[in-house]
């Protein structure tokens, strides 16, 4: 008797509810992501260089937010309006840009007004910069006057973000006249080579002159490519 009373008052409830209008409860699935992609497609980013990405989602409840972790410590949310309408379906733009160098997880997540959420997951390769070095030479200076049988300092600098330590040479020019004057070792800083230089004789490079310039080259010491190259000002060379 007690299980007819119970199927009875449930039948009745069911049928008033429908008479004065009510609907029937609809579970809603999880947002769907669509589309993800790269706008402009690059495969390798640079530091500092600004991207965007594209996201599509498709939710039925009419409200979705969008959560972005970019992978190196950044975060950025969407969220929509309150909207009536029965499927949200925009395409969101979102820009960021890399400081460091590195491979990032960047993953993207929507989630609707019920909580149901779901993520999807791009990898940015970002490309680390190479360490950027300057050589420059601080004697001889424009116009300084050397002299044949004499002894003279060259001092170079180098400039840059980690230390080096390469084989260098050194050569005298004159026009279309190369001489070697020896090799040195660069270190980030302050260089030097002691140059003794010959006495004047008939050979062309050593005839004299106001139209000389030193050429330092510093090479990697083991693969002996160049990776700094510069040149003085001119300078005398006189008895």
Do not use: C
């Not at 395409?91 to 999807?120: I, P, R």
């Not at 490519?225 to 006189?238: D, V």
């Amino acid at each position: 008797m007690y299980k007819f009373y119970k199927l009875s008052f449930l039948f009745i409830l069911i049928t008033f509810s429908l008479f004065i209008g009510l609907k029937p409860i609809t579970v809603l699935g999880a947002p769907t992501i669509n589309e993800l992609i790269d706008k402009n497609e690059l495969k390798t980013l640079k530091v500092g260089q600004e991207n965007t990405w594209i996201i599509n989602v498709i939710d039925k409840s009419g409200y979705v937010s969008v959560k972005v972790n970019w992978g190196d410590g950044s975060k950025e949310e969407y969220k929509s309006a309150n909207s009536t309408s029965v499927i949200f379906n925009p395409s969101l733009e979102f820009k960021h840009t890399f400081s460091k160098g590195g491979t990032y997880k960047v993953v993207f997540t929507a989630k609707d007004k019920a909580g149901s959420s779901t993520s999807q997951t791009l990898t940015s390769y970002v490309a680390t910069p190479v360490p950027s070095f300057k050589i420059s030479v601080s004697k001889p200076l424009s116009g300084n006057v050397w002299h044949f049988s004499s002894k003279q300092q060259i001092t170079w600098k180098i400039d840059g973000p980690l230390p080096v330590f390469n084989n260098t040479d050194i050569s005298l020019r004159k026009g279309n006249l190369s001489y070697g004057l020896g090799m040195a070792k660069s270190k980030l800083g302050v260089n030097s080579y002691t140059w003794f230089i010959p006495k004047q004789n008939i050979v062309p490079v050593f005839s004299g002159g106001n139209d000389y310039y030193l050429v330092i080259t510093v090479r990697n010491k083991s693969t002996s490519k160049i990776i700094l190259q510069t040149s003085s000002k001119k300078f005398t060379l006189s008895k």
